[in-house]
Structure formats: C-alpha cells, structure tokens
C-alpha cells in the first residue's frame, strides 16, 4: 500500500492565470512547487522512524512529478509499514503529516507572491 | 483553549455513539480491553499570525480520532457515521475551566484524512479493524480573548 502526499499545485487556478501571467511564471510557480515537496519529504525523513533506515531513504528519495498533472508533486513511501508507523508509532507518529503542516501556510504564500509579481 | 477543544470533541463523539467508550489519549493511558471504543489524541498545533503586533493569531488545532471497530462491517459504519458527524454537525464548545462546565458556543471541524489500518498476522486481533482520522479545528484569537 503506497502512502504519499501531494503538493498540488493550483492546477485549475493557473490555467485561467496562464492568460494573464504568461509561461514564465507558471513555470516559477511549478518551480516553487516542486522545491516545497522536495523539502517536505526531506523534513519528513529526518522526522520518520528509524530502525534500518529503509522508512527514512524511502521517503527522501520519493518526491517526483505526479504522472496524471505536470502541476503536482507527490512524495511519501511505498513501503507496506509506512501508513502504519505514520499513525501509530509511539513517539514519531505523523512524520509525513508534520513536515505538510509545517510548509503549507509558506507554500501558499510564496505562490501567492508569484503571482503578485505578476 | 487546546483541553476545551479536545474535550468538546470527546463529548460530542460520546453523544454521537452513545455507550461507545471514547478515551481521552495521554502519556501511559490503557485501551479499553473490549471493543468498540473511539479515542482522541492531540498532534501537532500549528500558529499563523494574521494581524501586523500579533493582535489576531490563527491556530489550527489537530487531533487524531481513533476508531477500533469489533469486525470489518461495524468499522465500515461507524467511519462513516463519525464522519459525517464531524463534518456536518456543529460541535458544542465547552468552557471547561469553570466549574460546572458549560456551553459557551460552537466551531466546525475539518477531516482532513481518514486512513484505515492494515493489519499485520504477527499482532493481536485487538489491532484489527482500526481507522484514523485527522481533524482540524482553526481557531482565530485576539490578545484578549478570554477562552
């Protein structure tokens, strides 16, 4: 059971932007996306439990393009105990959650400052 | 604030599934032994200043929900009832350091996962059947706001 999460780029958003904003800054804004996903994952490894350390380089070599929309970013794990320590684990659970909440409000707002650059 | 919402929360799973234990997670708490129950964890809160002096702060406070279902047909509808009850009801709010306890408002509840619990043959039947969800409650506050 593969467990990820997406970083979503403003898919639909930035179609009706790339009218407005031209290709340069969607490109930025693909980007900034692809640069918070790395750095989540990065954040979740070093946050994940470790016993032989198959969890943690799981995690940080896993981010990559989503193969459905060149706008989203998706990493995690796809080894079968991840979702399982994810929840459970004593004193390191949410090591892939933490690392989205910790980088959510800055993602959105270094898009968002793209986009004001206009 | 933060043991208001985690108890307005226990409570209003307690009304919801009435007779179903709904445990309160802490450091060294035991599970009930029989199933059903419901338990309520505390995660990682998260602050977002809102306002220039910090007059108005956002803190989005997270929990865990766990349900621990006796077989796979009961776990199938209580997740969805407890689902449906966090995202469609209004959840009283509690003043709970004040005694007697009492209402003093509602707030909403956002699920923002709900990820069932693969089960391994090496461990007991009691971690069968399990689901969690993740619940955000985003609470926005001044300097004198007095819950």
Redesign the interface.
């Given at each position: 059971m593969k467990f990820s999460a997406s970083v979503i780029g403003i898919d639909k958003v930035l179609r009706k932007l790339d009218r407005q904003l031209g290709a340069d800054a969607i490109a930025d804004i693909d980007k900034i996306t692809e640069a918070y996903a790395r750095k989540m994952a990065a954040e979740s490894a070093e946050m994940a439990p470790v016993k032989d350390g198959l969890l943690k380089n799981s995690i940080a070599s896993s981010p990559q393009q989503s193969d459905e929309d060149i706008h989203v970013w998706e990493y995690g794990s796809n080894l079968p105990y991840a979702v399982k320590q994810e929840f459970t684990h004593p004193s390191r659970k949410a090591f892939i959650r933490n690392a989205v909440w910790n980088n959510r409000d800055k993602y959105s707002k270094a898009v968002l400052k793209r986009i004001s650059k206009g | 604030m933060q043991h208001e919402i985690h108890y307005s929360l226990k409570r209003h799973l307690e009304t919801a599934f009435a007779g179903v234990p709904v445990v309160w997670v802490y450091d060294g708490v035991s599970l009930p032994a029989v199933k059903p129950f419901i338990t309520v964890e505390q995660?990682?809160n998260?602050n977002?200043i809102i306002s220039k002096g910090r007059e108005s702060i956002e803190t989005?406070f997270?929990f865990?929900i766990g349900l621990y279902a006796g077989n796979a047909t009961e776990k199938d509808r209580m997740q969805s009832q407890i689902n449906r009850s966090l995202i469609f009801e209004q959840i009283t709010l509690y003043q709970t350091s004040i005694s007697p306890v009492s209402a003093v408002g509602f707030f909403d509840a956002f699920v923002t996962s709900v990820?069932p619990?693969?089960w391994?043959e090496a461990e007991a039947d009691t971690q069968k059947h399990k689901v969690?969800f993740?619940v955000e409650v985003p609470f926005t506050y001044g300097r004198n706001t007095i819950i």
């Open positions: - | 995660m990682q998260n977002a989005t997270r865990q990820v619990i693969p391994e969690y993740t």
